[in-house]
Nanobody, 114 residues
Framework: QVQLVESGGGLVQAGGSLRLSCAAS????????MGWYRQFPGKQRDLVAA???????NYADSVKGRFTISRDNAKNTVHLQMNNLKPEDTAVYYC????????WGQGTQVTVAS
């Protein structure tokens, strides 16, 4: 079992920045990938960014150049630095860890005001 605790969501003006963090605990030695997904009302969760244990990253096209995912293996934490936020980034953001199974955090709201 892996537990994920997210922090860092909130309200920001368009063009501003937020940093999301996700701390993993439990069977962390099995984690080979962590990432962030977001969910718009009435829609499925879509990948925003992911990072493997070795540091390989991938991003959704809509966030490339604005968002950066990073991972602190020593602290079992993954961060998502979000810059130049747009109103269309408004969503609930979920942390995800792949450790055999797929584990999810509780979600954190990000609201970007125009």
């Amino acid at each position: 079992q892996v537990q994920l605790v997210e922090s860092g969501g909130g309200l920001v003006q368009a063009g501003g920045s937020l940093r999301l963090s996700c701390a993993a605990s439990g069977s962390i030695f099995n984690i080979n990938r962590m990432g962030w997904y977001r969910q718009f009302p009435g829609k499925q969760r879509d990948l925003v960014a992911a990072i493997t244990f070795r540091g390989s990253t991938n991003y959704a096209d809509s966030v490339k150049g604005r968002f950066t995912i990073s991972r602190d293996n020593a602290k079992n934490t993954v961060h998502l630095q979000m810059n130049n936020l747009k109103p269309e980034d408004t969503a609930v953001y979920y942390c995800n860890a792949i450790a055999g199974w797929s584990y999810w955090g509780q979600g954190t709201q990000v609201t970007v005001a125009s």
